[in-house]
């Protein structure tokens, strides 16, 4: 089932299959190639991404983004950049646009 928890329970399966056998996994046949193949990943994911995007359908869109937050993933774990490293990021921006929001607010 799909929760906030996905991502942390793939987060763990991508740090337990790096050092696996590249012969049965795509994660560990990856990080082999190094960070250069798996960011070239990310890059031609995202390509893929604003195609769908742009000139396909929901469920096309849908794949794609799957692909391009799964090897993102994997380009952070090979990088060691904790996913709570980033969700702490996106927490704080919450924060700081509140704040602008706020400020920006007419007073009364
Ligand atoms: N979410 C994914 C996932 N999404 C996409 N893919 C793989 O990503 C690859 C992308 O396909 P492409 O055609 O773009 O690439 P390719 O031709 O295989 O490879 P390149 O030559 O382009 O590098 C496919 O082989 C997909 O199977 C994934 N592979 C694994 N996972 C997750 O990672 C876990 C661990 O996987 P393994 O490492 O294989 O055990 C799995 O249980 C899943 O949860």
Same mark, same amino acid.
């Given at each position: 089932?799909?929760?906030?928890?996905?991502?942390?329970?793939?987060? *763990?399966? /991508?740090? *337990?299959? %790096?050092? *696996?056998?590249?012969?049965?996994?795509? &994660?560990?046949?990856?990080?082999?190639?190094?960070?250069? =193949?798996?960011?070239? =990943?990310?890059?031609? #994911?995202?390509? #893929?991404?604003?195609?769908?995007?742009?000139?396909?359908?929901?469920?096309?869109?849908?794949? #794609?983004?799957?692909?391009?937050?799964?090897?993102?993933?994997?380009?952070?774990?090979? =990088?060691? &950049?904790?996913?709570?490293?980033?969700?702490?990021?996106?927490? %704080?921006? #919450?924060?700081?646009?509140? /704040? *602008?929001?706020?400020?920006?607010?007419?007073?009364?």
């Amino acid at each position: 089932m799909s929760s906030p928890d996905t991502l942390a329970r793939l987060e *763990a399966t /991508i740090a *337990a299959r %790096r050092t *696996a056998d590249p012969e049965s996994s795509y &994660v560990a046949r990856l990080n082999a190639k190094g960070p250069g =193949k798996i960011a070239q =990943k990310v890059g031609e #994911e995202a390509t #893929e991404t604003v195609i769908a995007a742009l000139t396909q359908d929901r469920k096309a869109l849908t794949g #794609e983004a799957a692909d391009l937050i799964f090897h993102l993933m994997v380009l952070l774990g090979a =990088k060691d &950049v904790p996913l709570a490293d980033v969700l702490a990021e996106l927490d %704080r921006r #919450e924060g700081v646009s509140g /704040i *602008a929001e706020k400020a920006s607010r007419p007073k009364d």
